[in-house]
């Protein structure tokens, strides 16, 4: 809906079987997961286009690297990301991601989690094989790796805003961008009330997914929560015309982040060898990963700070480091930068999902752990069967 039809809303701008608050991806899977159980929607963003952790990201649905109940919310959501691909009209795909690895300790921390899963999910790979991923014609610092064969792939800068569009165009689907929420109310016959800089909009039931800013909302629920915010530094290269990389590309600083790889034996060894080699990525706790995008760019990263507020300000020293260690990856000299930027996302120590009913028909989404793409659908898919089929018996409003 376009601001133009936005500035003629009534005081009260309607009722929708389901309110999402916020149209990043963790919303707007909500939304798109409502409607096609049947229900009316209505998602209201408080900025005029999606800005946060949903643009800010590398694109990359790291699914493999889960485990627990984050695996098997992953491994749900996926063929979910494929089918809203295909009716949006958003670029994805089964690209895997390939972990590179150029030490004895990496390859055994691969092989531990390949022994625990099924045949073919984690496949090994020889440095020849790792190189040509890469489009190098030598293996240079490279022993071997594997292919994380789940993995998905999509276009950070485009997916939610097309995602945004598509649901905005179906029949029951509403999306009002520039509309904050300002509290909630009971309603009549047991439903909610969102007070809103542009009216009210009744609801059976309201999710409010707004990532880190749940303080914003609901400071004392964030606090329970630990909520802080996580800074990432982040940047885009120039498009490399020669270069084609279908995976995402991993390396040990990976697989210190993610728990599928925590959890096997050689873990706490390849920790320290890392520490002994490159304190510095240890210090910013970095994530040397990369992604390419469609248009040929390269998305490369990343470190992470927490803290209830974050500054703007970005380490040039932190920057140089993770961009040299992505030189060296390629293994094809300077990477010519065109952007950078900071990511954040919301981080906690509680735990790295907070789902939370703190009244009735108002429900708080957030992924407190920096998976939020990868969790996506799979949660939203969780949230809706469980909100909008419990003990309430909701049935779809006529529109």
Not at 269 to 292: W, Y
Request: aromatic residues 6%; glycine residues 8%.
């Amino acid at each position: 809906m376009n601001e133009n039809n936005l500035s003629k809303l009534p005081e009260t701008i309607g009722s929708a079987d389901v309110v999402i608050v916020g149209a990043g991806i963790v919303g707007l899977a909500h939304a798109a997961r409502a409607l096609d159980a049947g229900y009316t929607v209505t998602v209201i963003e408080r900025d005029h286009q999606a800005v946060g952790a949903s643009v800010r990201n590398f694109g990359h649905c790291c699914i493999t690297a889960q485990s627990g109940e984050l695996y098997r919310i992953a491994q749900d959501g996926r063929p979910l990301w494929l089918d809203y691909a295909r009716r949006a009209g958003f670029w994805a795909v089964e690209s895997g991601a390939v972990v590179v690895a150029a030490t004895d300790t990496e390859m055994q921390v691969l092989l531990e989690l390949s022994g625990e899963r099924e045949a073919g999910q984690v496949k090994m790979l020889s440095a020849e094989q790792v190189a040509a991923e890469l489009g190098r014609t030598d293996t240079h610092g490279i022993l071997g790796g594997a292919l994380l064969r789940d993995d998905l792939r999509v276009d950070p800068r485009t997916t939610v805003s097309k995602l945004a569009a598509w649901i905005d165009a179906q029949p029951g689907g509403r999306v009002l961008f520039n509309t904050s929420a300002l509290g909630f109310d009971a309603g009549e016959a047991s439903r909610a009330v969102v007070r809103t800089s542009r009216g009210e909009i009744a609801a059976n039931q309201v999710f409010v997914c707004v990532g880190h800013d749940v303080d914003y909302l609901f400071p004392q629920l964030a606090a329970e929560h630990q909520i802080k915010r996580c800074a990432l530094q982040m940047a885009r290269s120039a498009v490399q015309e020669e270069l084609k990389v279908s995976p995402a590309i991993l390396t040990a600083t990976s697989m210190l982040r993610y728990e599928a790889f925590t959890g096997v034996p050689s873990a706490d060894r390849l920790r320290q060898e890392v520490a002994a080699r490159s304190p510095q990525l240890l210090a910013a706790e970095a994530n040397i990963m990369f992604t390419q995008r469609p248009d040929g760019s390269l998305l490369v990263g990343d470190s992470h700070t927490y803290d209830l507020t974050q500054t703007p300000f970005l380490n040039e020293r932190t920057s140089t480091d993770l961009l040299e260690e992505i030189e060296e990856i390629l293994g094809a000299g300077q990477l010519e930068i065109a952007e950078r930027w900071q990511g954040v996302y919301a981080s906690s120590a509680v735990g790295p999902l907070l789902v939370a009913d703190v009244a009735d028909g108002v429900t708080i989404v957030s992924v407190t752990a920096g998976v939020g793409m990868t969790l996506s659908f799979g949660l939203a898919q969780r949230n809706i069967a469980h909100r909008l089929t419990d003990s309430r018996q909701l049935s779809p409003l006529v529109k």
